[in-house]
């Protein structure tokens, strides 16, 4: 595949210490099949770029509504076409634009800066999002270009896509961030959309064909955070081979303040993030189950 492929990315994260070995480079990719009510990334979701309005900087003078052919609608109006005027107008940096179309090119000149650090560390570049196996086609020449400059390569998915998509990518792949929520499937489809179903059948099938894979789960007061549902997980993930590691996220409240920016509410105003007391006792429902568990990365 050509280095001028091209997708969309909202974000390159350099130095990342959390998503994989070492000092790595974070690509996240736009657009995700899944709507978690809980998604720090919120702006991760839709596919095409989108205008957020930062109202701390915001100095009131109008500009915006002037320059605009619709008169600067709030962010998640539906009506915004995305076409950038604003944000060249605006005299306070309050608006940006998140997303944009790049190519393969691109993205690794970006991630190469940091060649050394990758070196020294033992890190390298991973692929999140969003979900990056909804641009499949994108993502698998992120990852051949990487593989081209010998870099350890790390995908972080939710693990909902086409089962055999999945596994041609075993081979460019080192490391499998795989994210799981429930595995009730009524109550995933509730806070997240998809069914429970594909992605647990996915991970059984990954686990066959690849040896190194670091479970996340999100621990969400009220939501995933049950023991009956952390212990139904921990039987499966107990049962697969390949897994390194169980990585039990807390919740953080950054996806509220993001959601507010693209004008969407969110319905976890109020949630607190659980205490570090809290996320050492589920930790044992994993440990006692033979599986090493991280708590936060
Ligand atoms: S991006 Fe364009 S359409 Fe959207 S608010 Fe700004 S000027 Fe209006
Ligand atoms: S142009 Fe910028 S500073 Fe002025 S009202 Fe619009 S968002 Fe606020």
Redesign the pocket.
């Known amino acids: 595949m050509s280095g001028l492929t091209s997708g969309r990315v909202f974000n390159v994260q350099r130095y990342s210490l959390h998503d994989g070995p070492g000092i790595r480079t974070t690509v996240f990719l736009k657009g995700c099949p899944a709507r978690c009510l809980w998604c720090h990334n919120p702006e991760s979701q839709s596919f095409g770029p989108e205008v957020v309005?930062v109202d701390s900087?915001?100095?009131?003078?109008?500009?915006?509504?002037e320059v605009c052919p619709h008169g600067?609608p709030d962010p998640g109006s539906g009506v915004c076409t995305a076409c950038g005027a604003?944000i060249e107008?605006?005299?306070?940096g309050?608006?940006e634009m998140v997303g944009r179309e790049t190519t393969v090119d691109e993205v690794m000149a970006e991630v190469l800066r940091d060649r050394v650090f990758f070196q020294e560390s033992g890190g390298g570049v991973t692929f999140s999002g969003g979900e990056p196996l909804a641009q499949l086609r994108f993502l698998r020449a992120l990852l051949e270009a990487a593989r081209g400059h010998d870099l350890h390569t790390a995908v972080d998915t939710c693990g909902f896509g086409p089962r055999e998509e999945i596994l041609g990518l075993v081979p460019l792949v080192d490391l499998f961030l795989f994210d799981l929520k429930l595995a009730d499937d009524a109550r995933h489809r509730e806070f997240t959309g998809l069914p429970t179903e594909p992605i647990l059948e996915n991970l059984q099938a990954l686990s066959r064909a690849h040896r190194s894979l670091w479970i996340r789960v999100p621990i969400i007061p009220g939501h995933t955070d049950g023991e009956a549902d952390l212990a139904a997980l921990a039987e499966i993930v107990a049962g697969l081979s390949g897994v390194r590691r169980v990585s039990l996220l807390p919740y953080h409240r950054t996806g509220v303040d993001k959601a507010r920016r693209l004008g969407r509410p969110s319905s976890l105003q109020s949630l607190a993030p659980p205490s570090p007391e809290r996320m050492e006792a589920l930790a044992v429902v994993f440990r006692e189950r033979g599986l090493q568990v991280s708590l936060g990365a």
């Open positions: 309005r900087r915001c100095i009131e003078c109008g500009t915006c509504q600067a604003c107008a605006c005299p306070a309050a608006r």
